[in-house]
């Protein structure tokens, strides 16, 4: 079974420059995370959908990022404009639902380096 | 949520039992103990979990105490590729905030050939 697919893997880009990270859930999932990871402040919630619902974007540093999810399968987090600290590692995951006992499942990871 | 201490770092001879502890004393009645781990480079994975009682998977085993302040996920014949880190999570109702998973520092796990 596929799992949790992101895109790209790596990601170098300039300050200033437009970044849009990819996400496909699990098929069937009904709910989408986004989590940031730095060695500063370690794995962090960005914000999560459900039913493609943004629910909670109180993760979200700030107003230069944005998330959609415009159907079941897919997801975009783009920052715009992009700057030396948005450097992280970017996970997506997903899950049947929210509730406590309902497993989240990670991906890969998109590595973003901004210069 | 509650929570959680673990042992900063372990180290494990491979073909040995890999046991993991974990301390959450503040642990309410209806939060669930998860267990994740980290390979480095890759995402993070899940192990296994459990609300009260003592559960197993193809993986590992998760112990946690009767009063439920602590738990220990045993990796039964560790291998090379268990070596990670290790995160213990504990995880409330939706309300409490479920959804979100806080990850903590984990323990570095380090099996030794």
């Known amino acids: 079974d596929a799992g949790v697919i992101q895109s790209p893997r790596h990601e170098v880009t300039e300050m200033g420059q437009e970044v849009t990270l990819r996400c496909k859930p699990i098929?069937?999932?009904?709910?989408l995370f986004w989590y940031r990871q730095t060695m500063m402040r370690g794995l962090e919630l960005l914000i999560y959908?459900?039913?493609?619902?943004?629910?909670?974007d109180s993760g979200m540093p700030e107003d230069r990022f944005s998330a959609k999810m415009p159907n079941a399968s897919f997801s975009t987090l783009k920052i715009q404009p992009s700057e030396p600290r948005d450097s992280a590692v970017y996970f997506c995951a997903s899950s049947l639902g929210v509730a406590e006992a309902e497993t989240q499942y990670f991906g890969p990871g998109t590595r973003l380096l901004v210069l | 949520d509650a929570k959680t201490t673990q042992p900063p770092s372990m180290d494990c001879a491979e073909g040995r039992a890999a046991n993991l502890p974990c301390n959450h004393s503040t642990i309410s009645g209806n939060e669930y103990v998860y267990w994740y781990r980290q390979i480095h480079s890759q995402g993070p994975q899940y192990i296994i979990h459990?609300?009260?009682n003592n559960e197993t998977n193809e993986m590992a085993s998760l112990i946690i105490t009767e009063d439920r302040k602590s738990s220990t996920l045993i990796l039964p014949h560790a291998t090379l590729r268990d070596t990670a880190v290790y995160y213990c999570?504990?995880?409330?109702?939706?309300?409490?905030?479920?959804?979100?998973?806080?990850f903590g520092q984990g323990t570095r796990l380090t099996i030794n050939p």
């Open positions: 459990g609300l009260k």
């Open positions: 999570i504990v995880r409330g109702s939706i309300i409490q905030g479920a959804q979100k998973l806080v």
């Open positions: 098929s069937g999932h009904n709910s």
């Open positions: 959908f459900n039913n493609n619902v943004p629910i909670d």
